[in-house]
């Protein structure tokens, strides 16, 4: 019985090369999670062009929320989460927000009702891109959301017109009509 427990037996061969595919793919797959955490984590993902009048942040709960909620609207920023929107035991906080935000954000006067969370950011612009998100407290219930915004920079056709009153300088053989007077 004792020799069996220290049996001088090598490892099977397949098994060592199972062990190291089996170690490859648990790199490769962290590594590709860390890449793309951005689509894992964010609930939703938004696109605007710059310029629009207005985007949506959407976040839909239940209805009928509790009265009173505490609801936080934050942007991902460098040093952490910087506050864009809040309400408190019902009732809006503009003196929270971050300076860039204020008089550009703005929610549904229904939202407890409805359920609908969702924020309108006015006038967003590049730097509006980032990551987003929404916690909602209600009495015991916690409601979440993360959103992806990308604003897109608005590119602008060239504009092609060619201006008829300097044709006498161009390659068209064809005369201008002269101008008569009478």
């Known amino acids: ?43 939703c993902q938004v696109e605007v062009e710059e310029g629009e009048e207005s985007v949506q942040l959407p976040f839909r709960t239940i209805g009928d929320l509790p009265e009173k909620p505490n609801l936080k609207w934050e942007k991902k920023d460098v040093t952490g989460w910087v506050m864009m929107h809040e309400i408190v035991n019902g009732s809006d906080q503009p003196g929270s927000q971050q300076e860039n935000y204020r008089d550009r954000t703005e929610m549904k006067e229904a939202l407890l009702k409805t359920g609908d969370l969702s924020l309108t950011l006015k006038n967003p612009t590049v730097r509006d891109t980032g990551t987003y998100r929404c916690a909602c407290k209600c ?43 009478v």
Do not use: C
């Open 1 to 43: 019985m004792l020799l069996f427990m220290f049996s001088t037996e090598r490892f099977p061969s397949w098994a060592k090369v199972l062990l190291v595919l089996l170690v490859l793919l648990l790199i490769v797959t962290g590594g590709l999670l860390v890449h793309f955490r951005h689509y894992f984590m964010s609930d």
């Open 139 to 181: 009495l015991s219930l916690l409601r979440s959301k993360t959103v992806l915004l990308k604003v897109k920079v608005r590119t602008q056709d060239k504009d092609e017109t060619v201006d008829i009153r300097n044709r006498s300088s161009s390659t068209d053989p064809t005369p201008l009509m002269a101008d008569k007077s």
